[in-house]
C-alpha cells in the first residue's frame, strides 16, 4: 500500500515545541523532493516548508522562518518538520507530500503528487 503518514502532532501551548515526521511505506522519498503544506479552519491549505531530494536546499513560508526546520533522513525514508516557539495561528492539519519526479523544493501543491492524511497541530494561548 502507498502512503505517507504523518505523526507527531498535538495540543502545544504558545511557544512551544512539536516535531512532525512523516513516514513513505509503499514508495521511496530517495531522488525526490519534499513539502509540508498545513489547512487551517475555514482556510485553504498554504504552503510551510520543503526540502530537496538531498537535503542541500530548503524552502519556508516566511510566516515560519527562523520558527520551523524541515530535514529529512532518506535511509529511514522519513521526512521531518522540527516547529518551536509555536504560535495559535500555527494551528491547521499539516500534510507532507511527495514532489513530483525532477522537482525541487516548490512551494506549489500542484508540484506534489502524493499526500498524507494530515496530522492536527493546535496552539492554545
Known amino acids: 500500500q502507498v502512503q505517507l503518514v504523518e505523526t507527531g502532532g498535538g495540543l502545544v501551548q504558545a511557544g512551544g515545541s512539536l516535531r512532525l515526521s512523516c513516514a513513505a511505506s509503499?514508495?521511496?522519498?530517495?531522488?525526490?523532493?519534499m513539502g509540508w503544506f498545513r489547512q487551517a479552519p475555514g482556510k485553504e491549505r498554504e504552503f510551510v516548508a520543503a526540502?530537496?531530494?538531498?537535503?542541500?536546499?530548503?524552502k519556508y513560508a516566511d510566516s515560519v522562518k527562523g520558527r520551523f526546520t524541515i530535514s529529512r533522513d532518506n535511509a529511514k525514508n522519513t521526512l521531518y518538520l522540527q516547529m518551536i516557539n509555536l504560535k495559535p495561528d500555527d494551528t491547521a492539519v499539516y500534510y507532507c507530500?511527495?514532489?513530483?519526479?525532477?522537482?525541487?523544493?516548490?512551494?506549489?501543491?500542484?508540484?506534489?503528487?502524493?499526500w498524507g492524511q494530515g496530522t492536527q497541530v493546535t496552539v492554545s494561548s
Open positions: 507530500a511527495r514532489a513530483q519526479y525532477f522537482a525541487g523544493a516548490s512551494d506549489s501543491e500542484s508540484r506534489h503528487d502524493y
Open positions: 509503499g514508495l521511496t522519498l530517495l531522488n525526490y523532493a
Open positions: 526540502i530537496n531530494w538531498d537535503g542541500s536546499n530548503t
